[in-house]
């Protein structure tokens, strides 16, 4: 037995309008946070640690590829000064100089979260600072050393107008709920490639995938190690595939970060390490 006409109208118009109401507070919300719609097969790759091998082997075949990259760096101790095993300032310069966004991993690969606030802020200056002095695009996204972050990390970034920071998680980002300070990603090694591409494929319904990459090879850290073979596979396979994929700087094309920044509150019970 159904309700009479009458009833139904007068009880499903309170529901209606229930629907328009928060119908459209999903709306404006999305029109505010996103510029555009996040397309399916977004992908940005992020490279960490500065090891020689993103001169001489990942930029090469990005670009051969047509992909974008973020190359997060910094001087890596205690080696840094070892251009057999780490970028040196002529090579960052280089990538800049070749259309590679450069981003922020501190000085000396801190763990931030143990740092002071004078501490965190000469760290990220250093790095600055030399990308000034070398005429590198202004830096403005940031990853994690280590994936050690806190509350505090978030409101120095803040300050020094950075505009979205890399995490961990193995996870897909999605700009309408992940704040644009905890992005996360999922780091290549040499064994997980059945989750790599796994993870690849989470790159739909508004969901973007993010990718940490260590040295390809990586000589001095080979539990973060990925064969250039290896690589070279997740290549093909993001082209095969009609990916399409982009830098974290070209996640601003998408995504409004002050207004991100604004709306989302960091939620630290998501996990943000690898
Ligand atoms: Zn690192």
Redesign the pocket.
């Known amino acids: 037995m159904g309700l009479p006409l009458y009833q139904m109208t007068r009880s499903s118009k309170p529901l209606l309008l229930t629907f328009l109401f928060f119908g459209c507070c999903l709306f404006s919300l999305d029109a505010q946070i996103l510029k555009k719609p996040i397309p399916d097969k977004l992908i940005i790759l992020t490279f960490?640690?500065a090891p020689a091998s993103h001169y001489s082997v990942v930029a090469p075949m990005l670009k051969k590829y047509g992909f974008e990259g973020t190359f997060f760096v910094c001087e890596f101790p205690p080696n840094s000064k070892d251009s057999t095993l780490y970028m040196n300032w002529r090579q960052i310069q280089a990538l800049d100089q070749q259309g590679f966004e450069i981003g922020n991993?501190t000085h000396n690969?801190a763990n931030i979260s143990k740092l002071t606030q004078e501490e965190f802020h000469a760290q990220l200056a250093y790095i600055e600072h030399k990308c000034d002095s070398l005429g590198i695009q202004k830096i403005t996204n940031f990853a994690y050393?280590?994936y050690g972050l806190n509350t505090q990390a978030l409101v120095f970034l803040q300050e020094r107008n950075y505009h979205f920071a890399r995490a961990g998680g193995s996870r897909a980002y999605d700009p309408l709920t992940d704040h644009p300070f905890l992005i996360p990603s999922w780091a290549t090694n040499e064994s997980n490639k059945t989750e790599i591409i796994q993870a690849l494929d989470q790159a739909k319904n508004g969901h973007i995938v993010v990718l940490t990459i260590h040295g390809v090879p990586d000589i001095e850290h080979p539990w973060v190690n990925t064969p250039i073979e290896l690589f070279k596979e997740y290549l093909d396979y993001l082209k095969k595939h009609d990916f399409q994929v982009i830098s974290m700087g070209g996640l601003e094309e998408y995504v409004d970060f002050e207004q991100a920044m604004t709306q989302l509150r960091p939620d630290y019970s998501k996990k943000l390490n690898n």
């Open positions: 960490d640690d991993h690969h050393p280590g």
